[in-house]
């Protein structure tokens, strides 16, 4: 089979190609720190301070993140049926951010919180917003009772604009410090990254990504057909419910803690099913991996492009992601036509 040979290798190479650029981001930046010594643990204080208080954060948090934005972008396109879904271009990463955006303007209340409630009203918030816009894309792309791809296409350009006005207009009435936050935030950054906030995300986002594993069988006979599916026992509406809680709560934690990250959820599932098959029971956990691999070293790369400052990940991997959609668009005209 075209696949098989990668197929049984695919953990061992996708982790050691993360640990591998894990290692380059802890001992890269505008302080360089000697492989050999982490390797070694013979650092002195001041790397070892470095380490633990700025890099290593910031390492931990792009793992996290980038395994949920491609976790869900598999379990997206799982659910359509299509390679072109994503949460960023289906509306929901804008959905979500809008409401943490209303979050830091117009509640003053949420600034005098302890920090590890401000990241639960965070993700709270996010989580609203990314769950009423997974709510309206679905309403939106029904067409006589299934799922229409150009509706909901169509929808997510809707969402997007919308989310764009009110973003703006956020904007507009916000204050230095308020705007200067929006603006960082909305262009995707993992340098705030502190213990107490990965402690919150991985409180949510790693449960949450086991549960994905743990319905690997589920979304292959969803692959299947919706009516197939059901024929097979699955309880399709339910469990088209369960996904989007998923995806609405990955999109919103990360949304919340890291801001707008795009890209990474239609770029890795994509290129995992390339390497490694269509089969979820691999898809979701190389996508994990590849998703981690994949903004940790686009983190890395946007601290190291400009040193001394660094540029927002969010540009880097629209940058990365921009060229191959149209790449995955112009494939797929090809295909059909």
Known sequence: MKHTFYARIPYPILTVFLLIIALFALTQGAYSISWQKVLLSSINDIDRQILMTVRLPRLLMAILVGAALAVSGALMQALFRNPLADPGLLGVSSGAS???????????????????AQSYMQSAAA???????CWLIFQLSKHKGQVSVLHLLLAGIAINALSGSATGLLTYVSNDEQLRALTFWAMGNLGGARWEQVAVVASILLPLLCYAWRQSKNLNLLLLGEEEARYLGLDVEKFKVKLIAVVALCVGVTVAFTGLIGFIGLM?????????????????????LLGASLLTGADTFARLLVIPAELPVGLVTSLLGGPFFLWLLLKNIRETS
């Open 98 to 116: 809008v409401f943490v955006g209303i979050l830091i303007v117009l509640n003053p209340i949420a600034g005098n919180l302890p920090l590890w």
């Open 127 to 133: 989580f609203f917003g990314a769950v009423l816009t």
């Open 268 to 288: 890795v599932p994509h290129l995992v099913r390339m390497l490694f098959g269509a089969d979820n029971r691999i898809v979701i956990p190389c996508s994990a």
